[in-house]
């Protein structure tokens, strides 16, 4: 089964966020964290962890070399554009609950 370029930048942008922010992966991913320099600096940036993500997607679905690397970027821009979606809404939020309470 062919899995379309667009499908599979979503799904690794969905993957980025659960290895990310996911619970039921919080205690194996601070276990991580804490043993690996490296990995701890993967497990905290969304572009990182966004364009392996893309990369694995892609390598998972059997296209050719050049794709892995366009669809890991691709997923690494969209992972980030997300995070920064959802955090600049978190902020609003926590901004509006203050000035509501006041």
């Not at 940036?45 to 050719?64: A, E, I, K, P, R």
């Not at 809404?89 to 203050?98: E, T």
Request: positive net charge.
């Amino acid at each position: 089964m062919i899995i379309p370029d667009w499908l599979q930048i979503i799904a690794a942008t969905g993957l980025t966020m659960i290895v990310l922010y996911g619970s039921i992966l919080k205690l194996p991913r601070e276990w991580i964290k804490a043993r690996h320099t490296i990995l701890n600096e993967l497990f905290t940036c969304s572009m990182c962890l966004g364009f392996w993500s893309g990369f694995s997607v892609s390598y998972l679905t059997n296209n050719g070399f050049t794709l892995h690397i366009v669809i890991g970027l691709a997923s690494s821009a969209s992972s980030w554009l997300y995070d920064s979606v959802i955090g600049y809404m978190q902020s609003l939020d926590v901004y509006y609950s203050r000035k509501l309470k006041k």
